[in-house]
């Protein structure tokens, strides 16, 4: 399970900051990125937005792209894209992780309910470093759900229920297992 992206600066750096861009705030996160304002276009005639209100950012040391253009509030496309890039970047780059030893994680422990199951919303601003954390240890174990979830204190259930939980990882997921055959 490869989802490793290049970037600019390398593989390794990008990954290793992985996780401490996800833990920036929402204004410390900007100022690493080039914001675009444009007008978007599509269907929705007198109601399709006609001044530049869509959001493109682009996360300079990543590389990484997320946009939004649902709103007519540049304010509510900027928080979106903000959410997407995010997810972006758990979905796109891995952080190594050791099955042995594996890194300690706070949100990820934190989320983990009384009887070990792991429970957090995608609107929970821990979401992404959760989804990431869980795809880096899918790929440490080449793919092997039980192993990944030996090495998180999970149950292999648990580790499947929360991936197929979001039709997003779960695309990502599949498509690494594509790229592996």
């Known amino acids: 399970m490869t989802l490793t992206r290049r970037t600019p600066e390398g593989e390794e750096e990008a990954s290793s900051r992985r996780n401490a861009w996800l833990r920036l705030?929402?204004?410390a996160l900007l100022k690493d990125c080039h914001q675009e304002r444009y007008r978007a276009s599509g269907p929705g005639g007198q109601r399709r937005n006609k001044v530049e209100t869509a959001i493109r950012l682009h996360h300079r040391p990543s590389g990484l792209v997320a946009q939004a253009e649902e709103s007519r509030s540049p304010e509510e496309?900027?928080?979106r894209a903000l959410r997407r890039l995010r997810e972006?970047?758990?979905l796109e780059l891995r952080s190594p992780f050791a099955l042995g030893a594996p890194p300690v994680v706070p949100e990820l422990a934190e989320h983990l309910g009384p009887k070990g199951a792991l429970s957090v919303n995608p609107r929970n601003r821990a979401y992404p470093i959760v989804v990431a954390t869980v795809l880096d240890?899918?790929?440490a174990a080449e793919g092997s759900y039980a192993k990944s979830a030996r090495a998180l204190g999970l149950t292999t259930s648990q580790v499947l229920r929360f991936?197929?939980?979001d039709p997003q990882v779960w695309r990502a997921v599949g498509a690494a297992q594509q790229r592996r055959k």
Do not use: C, G
């Open 88 to 90: 972006r970047m758990a």
């Open 25 to 27: 705030e929402d204004a």
């Open 137 to 139: 240890a899918l790929e």
């Open 77 to 79: 496309n900027r928080r």
């Open 163 to 165: 991936l197929r939980s």
